[in-house]
Structures are given as structure tokens and as C-alpha cells.
């Protein structure tokens, strides 16, 4: 027993028969296939997109992916305002070094001929910046006062007598010091704006020491010059006296 499966054709509104192959199966071969995508695998498509126009998109592009990573490269791309442009601390040190020094050494107390000490071209380690510093040194200044750095003097007993004077208005602190052949001396210290007049320190003096005649005092210095006074005992003779002013800077 067989069956007939007539179709309607609105094209051409006829009645249509629908044939079957010998296996039972229903033909297609005849379908309109025209409209439908010719490509048979993605390889071949894959040429096709990557050969799309990759030129100039502007605007906003949104860009997601269902797994992994989405990468996206550019030759160049615009710095928001303001953005600094230096990509590495390499080429900045060219420019830093480069500046006008004289202007840093000014700044920092140093003379134009130190200018160098503003440079940073060997302090630059990898991307970090080295910086260290280290105190001037001080010096210090002796004066020989009563004697010579080999000799003591001697210093008649007689009148008040007195040591070569010392401008310490360079200094914050100094230290007057020596010895004497007399433990019952007494030695005051004086003070002068102007190495003319001269007051005592009242408060101050230079105390002989009984044992080895030794003497010594450290002292603020808020006065320009300085000297020891010998007071005299009223008698004769003398006293051998060897003593420094020192300041330190």
C-alpha cells in the first residue's frame, strides 16, 4: 500500500508531489538553498575576518570573552591630562642632572664652584635614588698664650699681669687650660668687646691644682675676646705660666 504527499506551491498555486529516495527517505534536492551560507569550516572564515578593515575605530569599543584572556595591543595610546610622560627613571636622571645646578648649590649654602654636589648621575641604583651625607669636620684652634708650645714664661709676681688676648668670636666654646709653678696662684679670666677694656668674669676663675700645678675650664663663649690675669701676690719673683685659649669650629 503507498501513499501520495501532495504539497501546495503558493508561487504558482499548483499541487506539488513529494518523492522519496529507494531507502525511504524523503528528498530534499530540490530545495531552494540559495539564501543559506556557503561556508563549509571556520578555518576558511578565519581568513576572511582577520582580513577586515582594522584601521581607525573610534569611540568606545566594548571587548569581553566568555574564558581566558582577551589581548589587546596598540602601538601608542593618548595619556589622560595632565599624565606625566616619562616611562622610566633612566631618562629622567638625564634631565634632572641636566638642570641648572648653580641655582641647587646656591640653595644649599655651597658656592657656584660646588655646583657638581647637586648632580645625581652616579647616585641613581636601579630605580631608587641613593642619598647619604656626612658632617663637616671641625677644626680647632690653638693659642698659645704664656709660653711656647715648648716653654712655660715667666711672669713676675709683682703687678697683675696678663696673657695674650684671643678673638673667640668665631667659637661657641672654649677651653683655657695649662699649669703653674705656684699652687697658691690666683688666675681670674677677663673678657672684651673690643680688646681695649676688659671686665672680670667674677663668677669664673682658673683654680691651680695643688697636686701637678695644673689648671683648666671650658666655657660658654657669648664675648668677642678673652686672656687670663695673673693677679700679683705683692711680693717678688716670678711664676713659670704655660697656657691655651682654645675654640673649636
Known amino acids: 500500500m503507498s501513499s501520495l504527499l501532495l504539497v501546495h506551491d ?6 506539488r508531489e513529494l518523492e522519496c529516495t529507494s531507502a525511504g527517505l524523503l528528498k530534499v534536492d530540490k530545495v531552494d538553498v540559495s539564501a543559506l551560507a556557503t561556508q563549509a569550516t571556520l578555518s576558511a572564515l578565519n581568513g576572511k575576518v582577520t582580513a577586515c578593515d582594522t584601521g581607525s575605530v573610534s569611540g568606545t569599543v ?10 589587546c595591543t596598540h602601538a601608542s595610546l593618548p595619556l589622560p591630562s595632565g599624565a606625566a610622560s616619562e616611562s622610566s627613571l633612566a631618562s629622567l636622571n638625564g634631565k634632572v642632572t641636566a638642570c641648572d645646578t648653580s641655582a641647587l648649590a646656591t640653595a644649599g649654602g655651597q658656592s657656584t664652584a660646588n655646583s657638581s654636589l647637586a648632580s645625581v648621575a652616579g647616585c ?9 651625607s656626612s658632617a663637616a669636620a671641625l677644626s680647632v684652634t ?6 711656647t708650645t715648648g716653654a712655660p714664661e715667666a711672669v713676675s709676681n709683682a703687678t697683675d699681669q696678663f696673657s695674650d688676648s684671643v678673638d673667640v668670636s668665631t667659637f661657641e666654646k672654649i ?9 697658691a696662684h690666683e688666675l681670674d679670666i677677663q673678657v672684651s668687646p673690643d ?3 676688659w671686665f ?3 663668677a669664673e676663675f682658673l683654680q691651680v691644682d695643688y697636686a701637678n700645678g695644673h689648671f683648666g675650664r671650658v ?17 717678688g719673683g716670678t711664676d713659670n705660666l704655660w697656657a691655651w685659649i682654645v675654640g673649636k669650629k
Open 10 to 15: 503558493s508561487t504558482n498555486s499548483k499541487l
Open 62 to 71: 566594548a571587548v569581553s570573552a566568555v574564558s581566558g584572556n582577551v589581548a
Open 124 to 132: 641613581v641604583v636601579g630605580t631608587a635614588l641613593t642619598v647619604s
Open 142 to 147: 690653638n693659642n698659645v698664650v704664656w709660653g
Open 175 to 183: 677651653s683655657i687650660f695649662g699649669s703653674s709653678n705656684n699652687f
Open 195 to 197: 680688646n681695649s677694656n
Open 200 to 202: 672680670d668674669l667674677t
Open 219 to 235: 666655657l660658654d663663649a657669648p664675648f668677642k675676646y678673652v686672656r687670663i690675669k695673673s693677679v700679683s701676690s705683692g711680693g
